[in-house]
């Protein structure tokens, strides 16, 4: 009996990261994201996977971003009882990310529950910020390059995919056949983060496609920001700034940052960093300097370039103030979190701006915004939309497709087989056919649920 591939989630979507490798008895599963977007994709959280949960022997991650990691405290709530290993940043990162994703969870099912909206009575959270605390101690961290053993008779690799701190791709080796998973890969010319380790030796090759049929254009963010934040700070306007609390936060602070010592922006222009948990990961910058290009000033400029905002008290009061200002806000493709309540209260007014900042899954209120819809559905009503949005093409943490078939070229040989994960339909089977036409390789586009010899 070989090895086999079942993809559970990140097949023909970008979210729901799961890869689940079978070997005689063992069981072991690469990332455990949740579905986002679309309702048919986040009802996919609650159906039971096709695997119980307790016949896993072991998890590996590769990053903390929750369409990877945000479904662990469900999967362990539901019996899995196996190590999860991850790098130590991604070990911090979950800490940070999984106990308030739990959380919010619960504040959605309250609120849904408190103004009726919701088709289900009562409303129930995924999972509680209790399940995630529950399922963190199973985490084991494993440093960057240190081949390790999850289970009897398989090793593992961690190398740096240069996506967000801690990001990993990772190198499955089991009965004979060497597996590498891509994780999220980040741009080379990152702002940020180093750029991506070269791809080890593989038969098999799992590569994320989100940009699978894009190019990004050169521009760098201090350029693309500077002009849209000058704009909205002139007529006295706030700019609302859904962001990834992990990674694009910390982006867009330190180009801030470089505008306000370049004298691009007024000095005075008051920022402010409104997610607890951008806020915690921002500190995190200084634990692992090994891993990102700050320098020790540029990092502790980071937690002094904005307003660090901690309770929803003060939260709340950010809405009294008047333009101009810039408040960055969780989540980046406004899904949920604080964000949301500041789109509510700014989005109205023609003089304020949004400013989208990375890949926005389809089915997502970022999505909406991007598409110049004018109303946005939030907290059950349909918010008008008169703010000027403003997307940065250059903020995206996500290697473009020349940058992924470059990538690949690092194999020192041809692998036997890649397929094409992390990526909607159309840019999955661009990718696909690039790297046929161009590298000469067996490549295919995997459906959810199907199951791959490697
Ligand atoms: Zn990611």
Redesign the pocket.
């Given at each position: 009996m070989g090895v086999s591939i079942t993809f559970l989630g990140g097949a023909g979507t970008v979210t729901g990261s799961k890869y689940l490798v079978k070997h005689e008895d063992h069981k072991l599963l690469v990332d455990c994201g949740l579905f986002q977007g679309y309702k048919q994709l986040r009802l996919r959280n609650w159906s039971p996977l096709s695997v119980a949960p307790n016949h896993i022997t072991a998890l590996l991650l590769t990053?903390a971003?929750l369409?990877?990691s945000g479904y662990l405290p469900l999967l362990v709530k539901e019996g899995f009882a196996g190590p999860i290993f991850a790098t130590p940043a991604t070990r911090d990162l979950c800490r940070i990310l999984l106990p308030d994703s739990g959380h919010i969870q619960e504040e959605d099912a309250d609120f849904a529950n408190r103004h009726k909206f919701s088709k289900h009575s009562p409303a129930l959270p995924l999972y509680t910020r209790q399940d995630a605390l529950d399922a963190l101690p199973l985490i084991k961290a494993v440093d960057f390059g240190k081949t390790f053993s999850p289970l009897p008779g398989w090793k593992a690799t961690f190398s740096p995919a240069g996506?967000?701190l801690g990001?990993a791709s990772i190198l499955l080796e089991v009965a004979g056949r060497r597996i590498l998973f891509s994780g999220?890969l980040g741009r080379p010319d990152d702002l940020l983060m180093s750029p991506p380790a070269d791809a080890p030796a593989a038969d098999t090759v799992l590569i994320e496609s989100t940009y699978g049929d894009r190019i990004h254009p050169v521009e760098n963010i201090l350029l693309e920001l500077a002009p849209a934040l000058q704009r909205v700070a002139k007529r006295g306007g706030v700019a609302v700034v859904p962001v990834f609390a992990v990674g694009r936060a910390q982006a867009l602070l330190h180009a801030i940052h470089l505008l306000k010592l370049k004298g691009e922006l007024p000095s005075s222009l008051p920022v402010f960093l409104d997610s607890p948990m951008a806020v915690h990961t921002t500190h995190l910058f200084e634990h692992h300097p090994g891993e990102h290009r700050l320098s020790k000033q540029d990092t502790q400029a980071l937690t002094h370039c904005a307003t660090m905002i901690q309770s929803t008290d003060e939260s709340r009061a950010l809405a009294a103030r008047h333009g101009p200002m810039v408040i960055l806000s969780a989540s980046g493709m406004a899904t949920g979190g604080r964000v949301l309540h500041h789109l509510a209260h700014y989005a109205g007014d023609h003089r304020n701006m949004i400013i989208l900042t990375g890949y926005q899954a389809p089915g997502t209120r970022g999505d909406t915004l991007a598409s110049g819809h004018k109303t946005v559905r939030i907290h059950g009503r349909d918010v008008e939309v008169n703010a000027e949005v403003v997307q940065l093409q250059s903020a995206s943490?996500h290697a473009d497709a020349n940058q992924l078939l470059a990538w690949l070229r690092t194999l020192p040989q041809a692998p036997d087989q890649v397929y094409i994960v992390h990526g909607e339909a159309g840019p999955a089977d661009t990718l696909r056919a690039r790297i046929h036409r161009e590298l000469g390789w067996r490549a295919q586009v995997p459906e959810q649920g199907s199951t791959w010899p490697t």
């Open positions: 990053h971003h369409d990877h996506h967000i990001a999220d943490a």
